[in-house]
């Protein structure tokens, strides 16, 4: 689960592990794909404004014994 602020121009700030995976390299591999995101900003008022959002990333992991 990441946690991601949003920019009011839609675009991720900062975004930081929620509640981690148990694995270092899935969590980091889940910050990677979020950053370059792009959201609806929040509006209030008609304007965008920056905001914070919890984003779950579902890793399936499978042994493709096609290849063998």
Known sequence: LIAAE??????????KIRQS??????DQSALEAVKPWRFEPAKKSGKPFTFWVEVPIKFVLYNDKSSS
């Open 21 to 26: 995976s148990g694995y270092a390299i899935l």
């Open 6 to 15: 949003i920019l009011s121009t839609g675009r991720v700030g900062n975004a």
